[in-house]
C-alpha cells in the first residue's frame, strides 16, 4: 500500500467524521435522535456493571464459608504455639505450676517443632491435633505442662479467661476441637 492509499483513506474518515458534527448541528436532524443512541449505550453499560457486580457477589458469598473456617484455624493455632514457648521459657527460668514439683531452673528448654493436622469431622467438629517437639528436657511433666499451658491460651484467647480445668485434654471452637501433644528432640 502507498502513501497515497493511506491519504485516501485518512480523507474518507475525516469527511464521515466532518459529516457528523455537521449532522449535530443540523436543524433537520432531531437531537432526541441522538440521545436515544446514547440512551441504548447506557443501558447496556448498566447491564454489563450489574452482570459483574452480581458475578463477584457470588464469589464472595460461595468462598465465604472456607475463609472463615481457615481463619478460625489460624486464630487458634497461633496462640498455641505462643502459649507453648510461654511455658517452656518459663520453665527455664525456673516458674512451674504450683505443687508441681518440676526443677527446671536454669536449663534451655526450646520448642523447636510445632504441626498440626486436620482429621475428619465427628459430630459437626473437626479434630485438629497440634504437635511440638521438646529439646532440653525429656520429663513428661514438663512436656504436659507445656501442652497444658497452650491450651489454656487457646482458650483464653477466644474466651477472655483461663477457666479451663487443669485436666482438659481439648478445647472446642465453633468448628474445630483442638488437642495438644508433644515428643521430645
Given at each position: 500500500?502507498?502513501?497515497?492509499?493511506?491519504?485516501?483513506?485518512?480523507?474518507?474518515?475525516f469527511a464521515a467524521i466532518e459529516e457528523n458534527l455537521?449532522?449535530?448541528?443540523?436543524?433537520?436532524?432531531?437531537?432526541?435522535?441522538?440521545?436515544?443512541?446514547?440512551?441504548?449505550?447506557?443501558?447496556?453499560?448498566s447491564i454489563e456493571l450489574i452482570l459483574v457486580v452480581g458475578a463477584v457477589i457470588l464469589i464472595t458469598i460461595s468462598v465465604y464459608p472456607a475463609i472463615k473456617s481457615q481463619t478460625e484455624?489460624?486464630?487458634?493455632?497461633?496462640?498455641?504455639?505462643?502459649?507453648?514457648?510461654?511455658?517452656?521459657n518459663m520453665m527455664g527460668l525456673g516458674f512451674t505450676k504450683s505443687g508441681s514439683g518440676i526443677t527446671q531452673a536454669n536449663k534451655t528448654i526450646k520448642i523447636v517443632g510445632m504441626t498440626y493436622s486436620k482429621g475428619t469431622a465427628v459430630g459437626g467438629l473437626t479434630p485438629v491435633a497440634i504437635s511440638f517437639e521438646i529439646q532440653g528436657t525429656n520429663d513428661a511433666t514438663?512436656?504436659?505442662?507445656?501442652?497444658?499451658?497452650?491450651?489454656?491460651?487457646?482458650?483464653?484467647?477466644?474466651?477472655?479467661?483461663?477457666?479451663?480445668?487443669?485436666?482438659?485434654?481439648?478445647v472446642d471452637s465453633e468448628s474445630y476441637r483442638f488437642t495438644v501433644n508433644y515428643t521430645f528432640a
Open positions: 500500500m502507498g502513501i497515497n492509499t493511506y491519504l485516501v483513506t485518512f480523507q474518507k474518515r455537521h449532522s449535530l448541528h443540523n436543524p433537520y436532524i432531531p437531537f432526541n435522535a441522538i440521545k436515544l443512541n446514547m440512551r441504548s449505550e447506557r443501558g447496556q453499560t484455624l489460624n486464630k487458634r493455632v497461633t496462640p498455641a504455639r505462643d502459649g507453648a514457648t510461654y511455658a517452656a514438663v512436656g504436659q505442662e507445656i501442652a497444658d499451658h497452650s491450651l489454656k491460651v487457646i482458650y483464653h484467647v477466644f474466651n477472655g479467661n483461663y477457666g479451663i480445668n487443669d485436666s482438659a485434654t481439648y
